[in-house]
């Protein structure tokens, strides 16, 4: 069965801090997708990002990066020179491609402080 | 761009009461979902609908509810007799073909059980 650990439930950071929210996950599938979403105060989910496995670069979008490492079943999010506005819940996910409608599996979640 | 929508953005009923809500997945997607997120927790999925039936469901989704595609565009989620436990928020998605295309989530509804 699909399972995403996300360890940390609370990060607090001063802004202009890097900050690292983990993410493991365990799978038996050979193809599948991993997500990462962002869940401000507001409450929708705001897409940041999808890999496939078998993509194991890093992808860097402006202050983000995202680390996959098979190896470690990991799929790290970074976010460099972080700002208040990055306060949020960040959620990482899992979609198995062998699952018959390919559903999320959510992580637990992480609530990232960012203090001025 | 093209949204998911879904109404109303916040609910409040009654306990016992039935509730519908709603939602208006992308018009050539062809896999809709329904998850919850209990205040404070993960979200977690409810169901999976393609080709007008379900086709994934998950040990939350009981009797209590069911799903439709009444009309060809909209997407509903019915709980036949809220209980207090149902308060959390709905969203629905939709999907070209799952994980592979990627996800679009509406906004949510807001159901707060009294």
């Known amino acids: 069965a699909q399972k995403v650990t996300q360890a940390q439930t609370e990060i607090s950071v001063v802004e ?3 900050v690292t929210l983990d993410c493991v996950y365990e799978t038996r599938d050979t193809t599948y997708y991993l997500f990462w979403y962002k869940q401000p105060p507001s409450g929708e989910l705001v897409f ?14 402006g202050r983000y990066s995202w680390n996959f490492q098979k190896s470690t079943s990991s799929f790290n999010f970074t ?7 990055d306060s949020a819940v960040y959620f990482c996910a899992l979609s ?11 992580g637990e979640g992480t609530q990232l402080t960012v203090n001025p | 761009e093209p949204e ?3 109404t109303p953005s916040h609910q409040v009923t009654q306990m016992g009461q039935e509730v519908i809500l709603r939602c208006v997945p992308i018009s050539n997607h062809l896999y809709f979902y329904w998850y919850r997120q209990i205040l404070g927790q993960k979200v977690e999925f409810l169901v999976s609908f393609y080709n007008n039936e379900i086709s ?12 439709e595609r009444p009309d060809g565009s909209n997407f509903t989620l019915k709980i036949r007799s ?18 592979a295309y990627g996800y679009t989530f509406g906004s949510g509804t807001r159901l707060t059980v009294v």
């Open chain 2, 82 to 99: 809220t209980k207090l436990e149902d308060s959390a928020m709905y969203f629905c998605a939709s999907s070209d073909g799952g994980g």
């Open chain 1, 79 to 85: 976010i460099t020179a972080s700002q208040v506005v």
């Open chain 1, 16 to 18: 202009k801090e890097d």
């Open chain 1, 96 to 106: 198995e491609e062998e699952t018959s409608g390919s559903r999320l599996t959510f």
């Open chain 2, 4 to 6: 998911v929508t879904q």
């Open chain 1, 48 to 61: 940041l990002i999808r890999r496939n496995s078998f993509d194991e670069q890093n992808e860097i979008s």
């Open chain 2, 56 to 67: 994934e469901k998950s040990e939350i989704f009981d009797d209590q509810f069911s799903v």
